[in-house]
């Protein structure tokens, strides 16, 4: 089987199989060997390392991790691309590929399986009608992570590595860089998709930490506050956690903790960063 990577090879595949892309699972197939290469790269996929893919598609992806790969686990739900996969990787012994919803996959078996438990990488091109789901699903379940190499729409990556008072700043970029620091390792553009997106694209890498960064009494307590912030963006931190469904805070023992903390009671959740948030946190738990 051919190496993957370039338009002609792809449409070759998919007119052999006569193969529809189905948007409904955010088929978009990589085109070009030099966004592969750094992708695969910025992952620093090394002969030691154990790879879950999410999304393999007709198997691109999958081949340049194959040849740097101790092993490749590669999850995808389209049952039409699995005799594709099959065809397309049938060269490497070293990868495995299970047709399921990545969502449903109980990642710590996996790692514990395949890996002897220890930290895993994970790299894929992912479907951007679910990309928050699998990072945080991944990042929250405390499976052992060596780091997350996604790409991702360019703004959502702009999301996760931002700092408060901008307006990127957000949930996403807190429970983010809770678990992890982001490196945004490329951008790439449309055309190295088929077909091709409607957005800019980025290659990020999240580098897990193996400690948080901050300490907070009760962890479910200060993201259910980080929602309410950011829920309401163009409200208050006060009027945002009072209307938060959540939540079950009134607008004084807000305040009482605001001032505590010697915040301005008029004060927008963007402007805090995950030190502040823990604190805030800590503090209206006291009561
Ligand atoms: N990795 C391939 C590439 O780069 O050419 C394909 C990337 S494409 C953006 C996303 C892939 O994820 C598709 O193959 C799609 O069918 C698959 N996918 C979508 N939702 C999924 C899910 N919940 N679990 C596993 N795979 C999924």
Known sequence: MAKLGNPQE??????????HFRKKFGQNFLIDPHVLDK???AAEVTEDDFVLEIGPGIGTMTQYLCERAKKVLAVEID???IPILQET???YDNVEVIHGDILKQDIQAIADQHNDGKPIKVVANLPYYITTPIIMQLLESRVPLANVTVMVQKEVAERMQAKPGTKEYGALSLAVQYYANPYLAANVPPNCFMPRPNVGSAVIRLDCLKKNPIEVKDEKLM???????FNQRRKTLQNGICNSGELNFSKEEVARALEALGLPAAIRGEKLGLEEFARLSDELMRG
Do not use: P
Request: no cysteine; net charge positive.
């Open 89 to 91: 990787l049938s060269a």
């Open 39 to 41: 992708i695969v790269d």
């Open 79 to 81: 049952d039409k691309l």
């Open 10 to 19: 792809t449409i070759q595949v998919l007119q052999k199989h006569d193969f």
């Open 223 to 229: 993201f259910r506050l980080i929602r309410a912030s």
